[in-house]
């Protein structure tokens, strides 16, 4: 075998390997607690479902537990084995995503909780719930997108994500003015309504992560940061 | 402020990947050969002035070799051959006018394991002044000595003991005093392979903090098997495999991210 010429994709250190892989597959367990999280956003929403909620809020413990121990993890990571190249990337990019990861588990604890104790029916809102539910399907699709890059060590959706953001963004916006209808319509209804604003908020944020996640896949994947400049480009697209 | 011409220099530098840096050794299609087995082949690699540069890769991929072409110590080794073109400070070093004695004189060198010649601490230091013919009077002489253990950070350890055999020293004290030794001739540059290898990580401190000093003053290339030595010390990172230069840029790029797979496979132990 022409050993020169070929990338060997194993590290002569079988453990370092096995370290590598055992974080990579945490963070991998990780995103997928916080899709679950947000799946049970989207159907909590949708069902005013009580006990999801509360069981959603329970499982946030496991998300920041799961957390630490990738933190753990990591640091253990660069004090033993000095990572160099694309595994540095990788390594310290390992950090910023669990705890992304974590923040999302937090919001969508925190829509949980405002579902809990405000009463959505209260609202007398269809519209609104309906346009919440909607905004929480589309930040899970930029979810999914960028734990998939994430998974395969690719950065093709990082883009499509950040536009989807943008309209993220815009539905948020659109979201908070209904409310202040309402409100305005109905001050009685005042109480059941402004819960409606926090869980708008804290979707938005979801959305955040996900392009954060985008950008750190982007980074080890390249090397490269996404520029500022690049950003630029793809808000002046998505400006109607 | 800038001018509107730099800017569109600059840009220009920078689409060329020129460097701002001035190259003070230019190599271009350097073939070496061992009678009949070539060890490197066509490398062209530029070695900026008063700069760091380390050469990484695996044993035998031919960064010995490679240095040993700059001060052409390649030229003692009998069955050694060297081709292509090596210029110092724009003068071809292997012109056949060129005087092999005085180039070296130009270029000190620190090798893998300490080597001070049996002599006193003091005489090592002042051997290649003297050989030179540079310095005449001891107290020159003296000065020089001083001067250069200062330099190489052991004056204040030494300069009780000066005349005690060099050997008798620690072994990072050995490697500083060959340090010293290879300063002592005002050198522009030198060369050093592998100097830390025999050394503890404080002795190896030491020197790393040595040449992050000499550098102001000289031109060093460095061979190194640590990434991470190569990482602390270096502003540029070549990297040799089986006889090729496959990647050299600045050495943050190398460590973050290589252009090339096998820099990429090497520095992260990736070598099956
Ligand atoms: N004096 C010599 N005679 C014959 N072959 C030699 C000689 N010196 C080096 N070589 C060969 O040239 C090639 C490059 O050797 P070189 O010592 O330059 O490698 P290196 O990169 O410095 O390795 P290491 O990291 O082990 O010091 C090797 O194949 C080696 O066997
Ligand atoms: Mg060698």
Redesign the pocket.
Known sequence: MDKGNKMDDQHIVTSFDEELKDLTDGLVSLGGLAQIALRNVEQSLRMNDHDLAKQTIEADKQINALQLSLEDKTFNILAKRQPMANDLRMVFSAVKVSLYLERIGDMCKGVCKRIVKGDLLNAKSPKTIDALVNLTKNVQQSLDLVLEDYAQGKAQHALDVWKSDIKIDSSYANILSAILEDIKEKPEAIEALVPLFFIARYLERIGDQATNIAEVTHFIVTGETLGDDRKMEVEDETVF | MKLNGDLIMDEQKEQNNIRNKKSLIECRGVDVF??D?Q?LFGINLDIGEKEVTSLI??????????LRCINRMNDV?E??KVEGNIKIDNEDIYHPDVDVVELRSRIGMVFQKPNPFPKSVYDNVAYGPKLHGRILHKDDLDAKVEKSLERAGLWSEVKDRLGEPGTSLSGGQQQRLCIARAIAIDPSIILM??PCSALDPIATAKIEELIDELKDNFTITI?T?SMQQAARVSQRTAF?HL?KLIEVGDTEKIFRSPDHEQTEAYVTGRYG
């Open positions: 061992y009678g087995k060890a890769g695996p044993s035998g991929c031919g960064k010995s070799t490679f080794i069955i050694c392979d592998e061979v098997h040799f006889g």
